[in-house]
Nanobody
């Protein structure tokens, strides 16, 4: 079965960096695009970044452009989200997402807290 397991969240000071990882299994990772979403307390879940199956096309929310980078390692079936210049408003639970044969799959999420 499809499994997505996020890791790498934590507490970081404003201006700092974190790298999130999402280990995928149960499907042919290299043939599907991957996404990172986030959900802050009291807010709706929002798309942060997406990457095409070949990794050649990436898209970002305006709020993170120039600060976040999405990438994949097909040998390890893993998608990453490198986050830099973090701001308090980046505080949220970050979720990995895959859409496979019309169905959405989600990881359990990893908490990112940006605070001094």
């Amino acid at each position: 079965q499809v499994q997505l397991v996020e890791s790498g969240g934590g507490l970081v000071q404003p201006g700092g960096s974190l790298r999130l990882s999402c280990a995928a299994s149960g499907f042919t990772f290299s043939t599907y695009g991957m996404r990172w979403h986030r959900q802050a307390p009291g807010k709706e879940r929002e798309l942060v970044a997406a990457i095409s199956p070949a990794g050649s096309i990436t898209n970002y929310a305006d709020s993170v452009k120039g600060r976040f980078t999405i990438s994949t390692d097909n040998a390890k079936n893993t998608v990453f989200l490198q986050m830099g210049s973090l701001k308090p408003e980046d505080t949220a639970v970050y979720y990995c997402n895959a859409q496979i044969r019309g169905r959405d799959y989600w990881g359990q999420g990893t908490q990112v807290t940006v605070s001094s």
